[in-house]
């Protein structure tokens, strides 16, 4: 289209108020219905500018971006109040447009009025496809629209200009999150933080959350259990011109379901992982020309460093340590031979150099591949490039030491699913939100004669092998599955079928570990391996004891320390009978010793009380 057609088009579209309304249902996620609606324009849906983008670009070049947005409006109340729509009217305006008399309180107050339409239903979404550049005459415009009850929405946050300070200043009754940080929500922990954190800003400054782009029931389960107020999105209802006034069908499934999302977890990311700013020391450093006596005084003047980086126009070229320069020092003549001369004679010309920013992880794989050597003498850190002081092997050591204690407390290296922390967190919100779940713990037996007939490397083996086929018989949105340590793992169900998976675990496993044994020990069902006294004794094949504990939503366990007892007991009780079985606890808070054993006889489950 040439630009005289698109200029006719435009006209056509003003002249003949050619545009049309679609409205989007936002779901009150507490309530489980319909809040209220987005007004969507479009143009002609014969004509190129059926695209609200389309039609927005051709007013911008001809400017008649005003024109356009008014009618857009007027369409939206005039279409929402004749179909009578419940609930508020969310409709999208430019910052500019509220400067514009049009948009002034007294005169949209009229309008309004003239409609039918209660001016506390309508909700002015300030798009950021323009940026802000006077924040306190923007602030007074949505001041004054307030004080005539019509509130004001950010639209698309973290994807405009100046998101927060927008927030900041406006101080919106509500924020839409751009959909980016909604999809996969349920699968992406950063994204996952992301919201958390936008909520926790939300809850103290008065604002709710809407939530745009939900696509999917486990996007929406999780943002249901962060608390945000609004949900929008196909998951809930398309733009339509005639909504149905109510979310869909899967929508209020999810929204009344009592179940609680399993949060995505970093098992084996990098995220958050320190880097060597952490180990800068930062020290005193010496030119390749400074006699060798001088850097002898400054290194006995800091007792504290291990070395001194050589540096020449700011750039590092060597690195001299302490020992070396003082088993140099302490030859016959060393220092009335080398005391004047440069110190370049003693340096190492070719010390490891990282920059600041490289992470620890990777660090650590450089000392490795460099030699031994140089995780005594240590390393030069620079930053753009440039010196900005020193770091040590034995603080780099302590950092990978402490990295892994907290690592093994969020999640397993081995299986690298969730660990102590995850799971215990879980166990809480289980408890918190009083829905009925089941606990399941689950342990190898005879693990010990394994590894040491097999080997610790097989034993690895065996644990992985489990931990793959309880993720893969837990429900990924409903059963929170996390490694305890050792050959023990804890599965906290609220899938319907629970018992079902417990029975399919075990005879999975019973099946699938023949596989890591030697045919002469399949056959016995076992092998001759020494106990803890050191007789020869026969140990029977690895299998799996499963403890089980239904949690009801009330009473009986408060505390998740409770729960995990009784798992525990439950797990010792199963561990009783022969081979892979399944106890599950049936006394409501452990009282007692009443259950079931159930154990797999010829691929069967023979249920004993």
């Known amino acids: 289209m040439n630009l005289v057609d698109m200029r006719a088009a435009v006209a056509e579209v003003l002249g003949q108020k050619r545009i049309s ?14 809040f209220g609606y987005e007004a969507l324009s479009r143009g002609p849906s014969d004509s190129p500018l059926h695209s609200p983008l389309a039609l927005l670009r051709a007013a911008d070049y001809f400017r008649l971006s005003a024109e356009v947005e008014r009618l857009c409006f007027e369409t939206a109340v005039r279409s929402f109040t004749e179909q009578g729509l419940q609930g508020k009217l969310f409709v999208n305006l430019r910052p500019a447009r509220l400067f514009e008399a049009f948009f002034q309180p007294e005169a949209l107050l009229r309008r309004l009025q003239a409609a039918g339409l209660d001016p506390r239903r309508v909700v002015v979404e300030i798009t950021e496809s323009d940026p802000v550049l006077d924040y306190g005459a923007l602030s007074g415009a949505v001041t004054a629209l307030r004080r005539i ?55 103290n400054a008065h604002t709710r959350i809407v ?51 399993v949060f995505p977890s970093v098992v084996n990311g990098r995220i958050g992982q320190p880097d060597a700013r952490r180990l800068l020391i930062e020290a005193p450093c010496v030119s390749s020309t400074t006699p060798s006596e001088q850097v002898l005084d400054l290194l006995q003047q800091h007792g504290d460093l291990h070395a001194l980086a050589v540096v020449d126009e700011g750039t590092p070229v060597g ?23 440069a110190c370049a004679v ?26 031994k050597q140089t995780f005594t003498d240590g390393f030069i850190i620079t930053e753009g490039g440039r010196y900005r002081g020193l770091g040590s092997g034995y603080d780099l050591m302590r950092e990978i030491t402490e990295m892994q204690v907290v690592a093994a407390r969020y999640a397993n290296p081995l299986t690298l699913l969730p660990g102590n922390v995850p799971i215990h967190e879980h166990t809480d919100r289980l408890l918190a939100a009083g829905v009925g779940f089941v606990a399941a713990h689950c342990d190898l037996d005879a693990f010990k004669p394994y590894n040491d007939v097999y080997g610790y490397r097989k034993g690895d083996e065996l644990i992985q092998l489990l931990g793959r086929i309880l993720s893969e018989e837990c429900e990924r949105d409903l059963d929170f599955l996390g490694h305890i340590g050792g050959d023990d793992f804890f599965v906290l169900f609220q899938s319907q079928d629970w018992e079902a998976r417990c029975a399919r675990i075990l005879r999975r496993f019973d099946a699938e570990r023949l596989a890591l044994f030697l045919p002469e020990h399949v056959a016995p069902g076992g092998y001759m391996s ?80």
Not at 238 to 249: A, E, F, I, N, Y
Not at 325 to 336: G, I, K, N, P, Q
């Open 530 to 609: 020494e106990d803890r006294r050191g007789r020869m004794v026969f140990h029977p094949l690895v299998s799996l004891s499963i403890g089980a504990v239904p949690v009801p939503g009330v009473g009986c366990y408060n505390q998740r320390q409770q729960v995990e007892r009784a798992a525990a007991d439950a797990k010792k009780m199963a561990k009783k009978a022969d081979g892979s079985s399944l106890f599950i606890e049936r006394r409501c808070g452990g009282l007692g010793r009443e259950g079931r054993i159930e154990a797999p006889v010829g691929g069967a489950l023979a249920a004993a009380t």
């Open 149 to 203: 009850g019509i509130e004001s929405a950010m639209d698309d946050l973290g994807e405009g200009f100046s998101s927060l300070r927008l927030w900041s200043e406006l101080k919106p009754c509500y924020v839409k999150i751009d959909r980016h940080f909604v999809s996969g929500l349920n699968q992406d922990p950063v994204k996952m933080q992301f919201v958390r954190s936008l909520q926790e800003i939300a809850d």
């Open 21 to 34: 309304t679609l409205f989007q249902p936002i779901a009150g996620v507490r309530e489980a219905a319909v």
């Open 346 to 371: 003693f340096m190492d010309r070719d010390p490891l150099v990282v920059d600041i920013g490289t992470r620890i992880s990777d660090l650590s794989e450089l000392v490795v591949r460099k030699g």
């Open 211 to 261: 939530a745009e782009g939900v696509e999917t029931a486990s996007e929406l389960a999780v943002i249901k259990d962060l608390g945000i107020a609004f949900a929008q999105g196909y998951l809930i209802g398309r733009p339509v011109q005639t909504p149905s006034g109510l979310p869909s069908p899967e929508a209020m499934r999810c929204l009344s379901s009592a179940a609680i999302s």
């Open 319 to 341: 690195l001299i340590t302490r020992p070396a320069l003082l088993d140099s020092f302490a030859r016959v003549y060393t220092r009335e031979l080398y005391g004047r001369k």
